[in-house]
């Protein structure tokens, strides 16, 4: 579904001639951010790779949440993920916690840490060579009247159509309508938000959203014989020896 289509789908909806798109178009985003931030959507995650750190801080405006960041110091040898020169970096919490490790958090060297930080990462120690990796959640671009595709448009541009709908409706002084299609888009959200969870303990969906390609991992955690394992370190190998559990390859003592 385009912008332009959801736009004419609310239009449709609400039904007037002085129907102003750019006011519709913000109750559209809003209500679309409103939901991609308050819940977790698989659909959103992916890697951004080659992101080059200025000055130590790497720009992320549109990253929601980080669940893996490397540093690979060159990205120019690397084939497919194989690079053994790719080096996860850790998280802190905060800049207090970074200057509690180093006294100069924007000394050069090879990073082993990043803080989420306003607007992107904070990279430390500051790489002068290679570039960062992140996989994780990302916003998408707000919705335009035009034909750009909605890449969420199986999960949630109905949802957002009847909520940005409910607002407008509101914006009228409908408030009968308004409360009509409200509870039309939070049924439709509840639905939706069911069936994540249920794949979510569904092994075939859990295979699918292994961020490497390999089989049993998301998120961080790998499924085995029932038993759910926390696994120390992605490397994004081949099958049978691309990450740790507990510091042993799949399948190793």
């Avoid at 990205?75 to 905060?94: G, H, M, Q």
């Avoid at 159509?161 to 409910?166: P, V």
């Amino acid at each position: 579904m385009t912008g332009e289509q959801i736009v004419n789908m609310c239009s449709a909806i609400i039904k007037r001639q002085d129907l102003n798109i750019d006011l519709l178009l913000s109750f559209i985003n809003d209500q679309r951010r409103d939901i991609l931030r308050e819940n977790y959507l698989y659909r959103i995650q992916e890697w951004r790779r080659n992101l080059e750190p200025e000055d130590g801080f790497l720009r992320t405006p549109s990253l929601k949440q980080a669940r893996y960041v490397e540093y690979d110091p060159s990205p120019e040898d690397n084939i497919a993920f194989s690079s053994s020169k790719k080096r996860k970096l850790y998280p802190l919490n905060t800049l207090q916690d970074a200057y509690d490790v180093y006294n100069n958090i924007d000394a050069a060297g090879e990073p082993v840490y990043y803080v989420v930080i306003q607007g992107g990462l904070k990279i430390i120690p500051m790489p002068t060579v290679g570039v960062i990796n992140v996989y994780g959640e990302w916003y998408p671009p707000d919705i335009a009247n035009d034909n750009t595709e909605d890449p969420l448009t199986k999960e949630i541009s109905d949802i957002t159509i009847y909520l940005a709908c409910a607002e407008y409706f509101d914006f009228l002084e409908e408030t009968e309508k308004a409360s009509v299609w409200r509870e039309k888009g939070y049924v439709k959200l509840d639905k939706y938000l069911k069936e994540i969870k249920r794949q979510m303990t569904d092994d075939r969906d859990l295979f699918a959203r292994d961020p490497f390609g390999n089989l049993h991992l998301i998120n961080g955690m790998q499924r085995k014989d029932g038993v759910v394992y926390d696994i120390d370190e992605l490397t994004g190998g081949t099958e049978g020896n691309e990450y740790n559990i507990h510091g042993n390859p799949l399948g190793g003592d």
